[in-house]
């Protein structure tokens, strides 16, 4: 979308879309100009506020789908041009500028029945801002959130051992699992053939770190990977290495599931970070 307007009818074929259980992201500078009162607009989790241009970075909240990520804007011309600012209705701000005005928004409707991604500028003037906070990157986020991952690594799927870092987990269900108990296991040994527990198949391989994980939840190592949904049937759960890690470990994949327990119920589909040098 650039300030192209919708008609009528591709409204409803795009609502009807989202309400088919699929992903979409719609970004671009006049969505909400021409959209904000509309019903396609409000599948979105966002309101429109108004414009607000020439903005040159942004940053993502902590405890959303870009949390600590960093990007730069190259605003020339036409891409910075008449910018929307918008708000949440629902939905979790993604980007703010440095103006602090919220530019994109992630939303899972009312009952996580779909997932909707859309950003107020253009996706294509984005600037990396280093190695660890690029488009491609981004770009993989929303694609993991988009196509239904049930545990979505927040931003980056690679930690360096020379300097350590961290990665978040989003676990995204519904709000009709508001409440549930859940933790979030690791294995360095594979998805397959994973671990049967109470008829559910957690798709990772038991092993020494498995249990390393599970002895060390809620640590600062592992922050919140044991608790409570929230409201809406999700939690953030970080991994922190906590400085450097040993270069043995270079190559090596961790894979990582949600479970809902106390009796397991449900695992997630497993997502992956590699140790890289």
Not at 4 to 17: P, V
Not at 83 to 107: E, H, P, S, T
Request: one cysteine or more.
């Amino acid at each position: 979308m650039t300030d192209y307007a919708l008609t009528a009818g591709q409204q409803q074929q795009l609502i009807g879309f989202l309400n088919d259980g699929k992903g979409l992201y719609i970004g671009g500078n006049d969505f909400g100009y021409y959209h904000g009162n509309h019903a396609i607009y409000k599948m979105f989790g966002c309101t429109y506020l108004g414009d607000h241009t020439d903005f040159t970075s942004l940053t993502g909240p902590n405890n959303t789908l870009l949390g600590g990520s960093t990007i730069n804007y190259a605003n020339a011309g036409y891409p910075g041009d008449y910018l929307d600012w918008i708000a949440a209705d629902g939905g979790d701000m993604l980007y703010k500028c440095q103006y602090n005005k919220y530019r994109a928004v992630a939303y899972s409707g009312t009952e996580g029945t779909y997932r909707a991604i859309h950003s107020a500028f253009w996706f294509g003037a984005l600037k990396d801002a280093g190695a660890s906070h690029t488009k491609t990157e981004i770009m993989a986020a929303y694609m993991r959130y988009l196509k239904g991952d049930t545990l979505v690594s927040v931003v980056g799927t690679e930690i360096s051992c020379a300097t350590g870092g961290d990665a978040a987990f989003m676990m995204e269900l519904t709000p009709a699992q508001s409440g549930a108990k859940y933790l979030i296991a690791a294995s360095m040994s594979g998805t397959t053939p994973g671990t049967m527990i109470n008829g559910v198949n957690i798709p990772l391989s038991q092993d020494n770190f498995t249990q390393f994980v599970l002895d060390n939840l809620n640590t600062s190592m592992f922050a919140n990977f044991a608790g409570l949904l929230d409201g809406s049937g999700r939690a953030i759960g970080v991994l922190d290495t906590m400085g450097p890690v040993n270069p043995v470990w270079i190559g090596t994949t961790i894979h990582f599931a949600g479970v809902l327990f106390d009796p397991v119920t449900w695992a997630s589909n497993a997502t992956a970070i590699t140790l890289v040098p």
